[in-house]
Structures are given as C-alpha cells and as structure tokens.
C-alpha cells in the first residue's frame, strides 16, 4: 500500500473479527517494530504477545473495555529505561520514546498487512505490571489488540496542519 494510502486507512478499531492472525502476517507486523528507530538503535523495548482466549478476565483487568479483548491477540509494548539511550545534558531518558516510535511502525504494518489495533495507554499499570509479570524497571507503555476489524474507518477528526506547526519560532 501507498504511504499516505496507509496513513489515511489506520483508525483505532473498537470491534473484532475473532479469527486467527496468521504467524506470517504478525511476523511482518513485529519486525516492522525490530526496524524502528531508536536512540542510538539500541531498542529499549520488548514486546509481549498475548493470545486472548481464555484470558479474557485477566486481560480485562489491564482495560475493561469488551472490545479489548475480541481480537486473537493483546501485544503490550514495554520500555526498558536501563537499556536506553540517556542524553548527557539533563539525562532524559528515551525508553518510553523508543517504545512508542517502534508500536507506531507495528500499527501501520498491521493496516498494511488488512489488521486493525487500537493503541491503548488509558490502562491499569499495577494490573498490567501484574498480568505481564514484569520484573521491577520494565514499563509497560501501552497495548493494542490485533486482529481483523469487524467494524469500518469512520470520519477523521483532525486539526489543521496550521494549528500544529510553527515556523521560526513558537
């Protein structure tokens, strides 16, 4: 697909078909995440694959919404802050950036591949901290499910380009 094509099909979908992901179609989808850019390429971030069935109350925990869980498969992206690149002025720290660049690559190969995701940060931490069995310092940044939508694109709500960008100056 075409980029603007793309970036014009990608919604957050709210409605899943259950059938399966084929094995090749999230191979694609997850290397699209190993081939994002990260500070100094060191790609601080882990992703976890989570199969749905027979985990829906669990999983619900971290999101309530139904929705979050018709898809076959929950990824969570995690940030690893120790892993990352620091900068030496003020030592930000560009894990959680990182993470957020490589599910950024992962949603769009899932609209090219025909799937659909919804990127979720309004979730429980301690809920996903527990449900993920995270070590201390991992972050879990945000989650999307990925699977087939079962519903279609509706309108785009966007701002200007002209109320988002400044030239020169602010």
């Known amino acids: 697909m075409e ?15 259950p059938r399966p992901v084929e094995e090749e179609k999230l191979a694609r989808v997850l290397e699209a995440a190993r ?20 985990r ?11 929705w979050f869980v018709q898809a076959p498969l929950v990824l969570a992206v995690c940030a690893l802050p120790e892993e990352s690149w620091k900068r030496k002025y003020d030592r930000w720290n560009a894990a959680e950036v990182d993470a957020t660049i490589a599910l ?12 659909g995701t919804c990127w979720i940060a309004a979730f429980d931490p301690q809920a996903a901290r527990e449900v ?13 499910p990925l699977g087939y939508p079962a519903d279609s694109l509706p309108p785009k709500k966007r701002r200007p380009v002209a109320d988002l960008v400044r030239r020169d100056r602010w």
């Open 132 to 144: 993920l069995e995270l070590p201390p310092g991992i972050i879990p940044v945000a989650f999307t």
């Open 104 to 115: 950024d690559h992962l949603i769009l190969a899932a609209t090219d591949e025909g799937l």
């Open 56 to 66: 829906e109350t669990e999983l619900r925990r971290i999101y309530g919404r139904e």
């Open 3 to 17: 980029f603007q094509e793309l970036i014009r099909k990608r919604y957050s979908v709210r409605a899943y078909d």
């Open 35 to 54: 081939l994002a850019p990260t500070a100094c390429n060191l790609q601080p971030f882990r992703i976890v694959v989570l199969p749905t069935k027979g």
